[in-house]
T-cell receptor, first 112, second 113 residues
Framework: DQQVKQNSPSLSVQEGRISILNCDYT??????FLWYKKYPAEGPTFLIS?????DKNEDGRFTVFLNKSAKHLSLHIVPSQPGDSAVYFC???????????FGKGTKLSVIP | EPEVTQTPSHQVTQMGQEVILRCVPI?????FYWYRQILGQKVEFLVS????????KSEIFDDQFSVERPDGSNFTLKIRSTKLEDSAMYFC???????????FGPGTRLTVT
C-alpha cells in the first residue's frame, strides 16, 4: 500500500540554500495534505498543510505547492538552516476521515 | 507550549503478554488517535477516538487492540496478547476539533520478545 510516496529517502543541502522535498500520491480522494517534521526520539511535529482547493500555502520559510493533476506536492524551505535537519513526512487525508496516511519520510541534512 | 505526553518511553514485554500504553493528550483536546511505526516503515494509523467511542479504525486495529479514556486526562491503548510483529513505536496524537493538523506525542517503543 503506497498511497503516499516519498521517493527520496535522504537529501543534503547547504545552509542558506533551498531544500525541496517531494511527495506523490495515488489516491485521488485525498483532499488535504500535510507536512510533518520529526527529530530523533520525538514525535512528528505538524509543519504546514494545504487543502486541495489551493495550489500554494506559505508560512515563513516554508511553502507547500500542490499540483493536483500530477498528484504531486512539494515542500520548499528557504533559506535552509542546520536546525531544519530532520525527517520530513508527507501525509494526506480525505474529508470526513480523521486518518492520516503517511509517506516513508525524507531525511534532510542541512550542512553548515 | 502544551504537549502530548506518553509513558513509558520504552516497554519490553514477552510474546502473549498484555500491554497498556498510556498517553496524556493536550488538556482541551477532544479527538485522540493512535498510530504506530514499525522500524523502517511508514507511520500507520490505528484508531481515532471521540466522545468516548471509536470514530474510525484501520485494518491493523483488530480484536487484540482496544482503547480507553479511563478518566479526564489519560488515553490508553491496550494490546491483549502481544505478538512479535507488534514491536513498533506507538504514537498518540490529539486535536481540539478533529482538524487534520494532529499533535503527536514522543512515542512509546514497544519491544516484544
Amino acid at each position: 500500500d503506497q498511497q503516499v510516496k516519498q521517493n527520496s529517502p535522504s537529501l543534503s543541502v547547504q545552509e542558506g540554500r533551498i531544500s525541496i522535498l517531494n511527495c506523490d500520491y495515488t489516491n485521488s480522494m485525498f483532499d488535504y495534505f500535510l507536512w510533518y517534521k520529526k527529530y530523533p526520539a520525538e514525535g512528528p511535529t505538524f509543519l504546514i498543510s494545504i487543502s486541495s482547493i489551493k495550489d500554494k500555502n506559505e508560512d515563513g520559510r516554508f511553502t507547500v505547492f500542490l499540483n493536483k493533476s500530477a498528484k504531486h506536492l512539494s515542500l520548499h524551505i528557504v533559506p535552509s538552516q542546520p536546525g531544519d535537519s530532520a525527517v520530513y513526512f508527507c501525509a494526506a487525508s480525505v474529508t470526513g476521515s480523521y486518518q492520516l496516511t503517511f509517506g516513508k519520510g525524507t531525511k534532510l541534512s542541512v550542512i553548515p | 507550549e502544551p504537549e502530548v505526553t506518553q509513558t513509558p518511553s520504552h516497554q519490553v514485554t514477552q510474546m502473549g503478554q498484555e500491554v497498556i500504553l498510556r498517553c496524556v493528550p493536550i488538556s482541551n483536546h477532544l479527538y485522540f488517535y493512535w498510530y504506530r511505526q514499525i522500524l523502517g516503515q511508514k507511520v500507520e494509523f490505528l484508531v481515532s477516538f471521540y466522545n468516548n467511542e471509536i470514530s474510525e479504525k484501520s485494518e491493523i486495529f483488530d480484536d487484540q487492540f482496544s482503547v480507553e479514556r479511563p478518566d479526564g486526562s489519560n488515553f490508553t491503548l491496550k494490546i491483549r496478547s502481544t505478538k512479535l510483529e507488534d514491536s513498533a513505536m506507538y504514537f498518540c496524537a490529539s486535536t481540539w476539533d478533529g482538524t487534520r493538523g494532529q499533535y503527536f506525542g514522543p512515542g512509546t517503543r514497544l519491544t516484544v520478545t
